[in-house]
Structures are given as structure tokens and as C-alpha cells.
């Protein structure tokens, strides 16, 4: 069975940076698709990034130039970089996981860009 574990929400100011982590428990993560999403209060949850098995990334417009997602096969985690921060980026961020039809979610952790 996959479990996610997110790590590395908090609070910061505008124009500060955060990275999440995500931990992957389970094998073959390698294989999987991986992603960042969120949702804010009131909102519907939206993807932020993507990681394909194969490397490949997309981003919401929204945070282009300024959000960076990666991985790392050898310690099963995916990464979310996230720079020039926004009060609009204030979230919960949450970690998916998909492989076939199974997805797969973390429990999220709170991002909150204030003053």
C-alpha cells in the first residue's frame, strides 16, 4: 500500500520561498506520476505541478517562473520548490501519486504567505 507524507509547510512572508517534501512509502515508486496540489479556503483543489516517471513537468500558469517540482528515485521523494511567494499561494498543499487507475493522496500541509 502508498502512503505520502507531506513535510515542510509554514508560514512566510510575501516574496519568501518554502520547499515541500513528499515521502513515498510503498515500491516502484519510479514508475509512478507524481504532483502537487492544492486548495485554498473555499476553493476547489487544483494542480500546482507534475512529474511524469519519465522526468517530464507541467505547471499552473499561475506559479510558472516562480515554483520548481522534482524527484529523487534513489530516496522516493518528490519536491516542491516554491519562490517568490504569493498571499494567493496560501494553501493546502497536497502530494498525489498515480500509476494506472490507482491514485493516491498525502494529508496535506499548510502553506500560508502573509505578512
Known amino acids: 500500500q502508498v502512503q505520502l507524507v507531506e513535510s515542510g509547510g509554514g508560514l512566510v512572508q510575501p516574496g519568501g520561498s518554502l520547499r515541500l517534501s513528499c515521502a513515498f512509502s510503498?515500491?516502484?515508486?519510479?514508475?509512478?506520476?507524481m504532483g502537487w496540489y492544492r486548495q485554498a479556503a473555499g476553493k476547489e483543489r487544483e494542480l500546482v505541478a507534475a512529474i511524469a516517471s519519465g522526468g517530464t513537468t507541467n505547471y499552473a500558469d499561475s506559479v510558472k517562473g516562480r515554483f520548481t517540482i522534482s524527484r529523487d528515485n534513489a530516496e522516493n521523494t518528490v519536491y516542491l520548490q516554491m519562490n517568490s511567494l504569493k498571499p494567493e499561494d496560501t494553501a493546502v498543499y497536497f502530494c498525489?501519486?498515480?500509476?494506472?487507475?490507482?491514485?493516491?493522496w498525502g494529508q496535506g500541509t499548510q502553506v500560508t504567505v502573509s505578512t
Open positions: 498525489n501519486a498515480r500509476i494506472y487507475k490507482a491514485v493516491y
Open positions: 510503498g515500491s516502484l515508486f519510479r514508475f509512478y506520476d
